[in-house]
């Protein structure tokens, strides 16, 4: 099995602290449903613990018998 497809890589800057960010994963019509995240606060306040994690499945493989 070979992989046919795409990578699609994103960088985002100048986003602003304790902000949410909406966005969408695909191409023309066949996008995803929308997706969120809200960015950590500023450093100094409180809120100092903050993680991020993100996922993808390429959906190349095939399902187990």
């Not at 994103?10 to 902000?19: D, E, F, G, M």
Request: hydrophobic letters at 30%; charged letters at 15%.
């Amino acid at each position: 099995h070979g992989f046919s497809g795409f990578f699609n890589f994103a960088t985002l800057r100048k986003l602003q602290p304790s902000t949410r960010y909406y966005y969408r994963c695909g191409c023309d019509l066949h996008l995803s449903e929308e997706y969120d995240f809200v960015t950590p606060p500023s450093a100094g306040t409180t809120h100092t613990n903050w993680s991020f994690i993100a996922f993808g499945d390429l959906g190349t493989g095939e399902p187990p018998a």
